[in-house]
Nanobody
Framework: QVQFVESGGGLVQPGGSLRLSCVVSGLTEEYYAIAWFRQAPGKEREGLSC????????RYADSIQGRVTISRDNAKKTVFLQMDNLKPEDTGTYYC????????????????????WGQGTQVTVSS
């Protein structure tokens, strides 16, 4: 059973930074992709970034590129999302998700591709 433990969310002032963590368990082989999505109240779920475990390739959404960095620690089955220069419009629930199995060289930030989801961590950007 694939499980997630997401952490790192919280309240931050505009211009601040947060580092989200996603610990994944239950993936029985190393061919998978992990992505971060967010959902603001009343809006659709938005893909932010993804990373593949076996090729270490990354992809970023145009809307947030330059302000976020995705990284991973395979030994600890953890994926991180470093977010900088946060804005009030970044407020929402942030989810990590796994596409498993995944054998491609580069991942795609399409929520329909991801078959396992965490429960989310809340990020609020406000002064």
């Amino acid at each position: 059973q694939v499980q997630f433990v997401e952490s790192g969310g919280g309240l931050v002032q505009p211009g601040g930074s947060l580092r989200l963590s996603c610990v994944v368990s239950g993936l029985t082989e190393e061919y998978y992709a992990i992505a971060w999505f967010r959902q603001a109240p009343g809006k659709e779920r938005e893909g932010l970034s993804c990373i593949t475990a076996h090729t270490d390739m990354t992809r970023y959404a145009d809307s947030i590129q330059g302000r976020v960095t995705i990284s991973r620690d395979n030994a600890k089955k953890t994926v991180f999302l470093q977010m900088d220069n946060l804005k009030p419009e970044d407020t929402g629930t942030y989810y990590c998700a796994a596409e498993f199995p995944f054998y491609g060289a580069i991942c795609y930030i399409d929520p329909q591709r991801f078959n396992y989801w965490g429960q989310g961590t809340q990020v609020t950007v406000s002064s």
